[in-house]
């Protein structure tokens, strides 16, 4: 069964850094799913942070754009996110997402806590 699991989150100042990782568990899902992480707070829906589609190309949220980067690492089935500039309302559980037509997997999610 494919896993997707992510790690790195945790507490951090704002103006801070954190990078996220996403372990896909399937070589083949890996290689031929688009990637993104997505992320939640309690009581609002869960939001696209960046998608990274099968070529490779990618789309930021504006909110993030210009501090988060995603990297892709063939090698080892990894998707990460490093967040540089870190603000409190960068606060949320951070979700990996590997999909392709029907199939749809999800992290655990890992939580963002951004203090002022």
């Known amino acids: 069964q494919v896993q997707v699991v992510e790690s790195g989150g945790g507490l951090v100042q704002a103006g801070g850094s954190l990078r996220l990782s996403c372990a896909v568990t399937?070589?083949?899902?890996?290689?031929?799913?688009?990637m993104g992480w997505y992320r939640q707070v309690p009581g609002k829906q869960r939001d696209l942070v960046v998608v990274?589609?099968?070529?490779?190309?990618?789309n930021y949220a504006d909110s993030v754009k210009g501090r988060f980067t995603v990297s892709r690492d063939n090698a080892k089935n990894t998707f990460d996110l490093q967040m540089n500039s870190l603000k409190p309302e960068d606060t949320a559980v951070y979700y990996c997402?590997?999909?392709?037509?029907?199939?749809?997997?999800w992290g655990q999610g890992t939580q963002v806590t951004v203090s002022s």
């Open positions: 997402r590997s999909w392709y037509g029907s199939r749809d997997y």
């Open positions: 399937s070589q083949f899902v890996f290689d031929t799913n688009a």
């Open positions: 990274m589609s099968r070529d490779g190309s990618t």
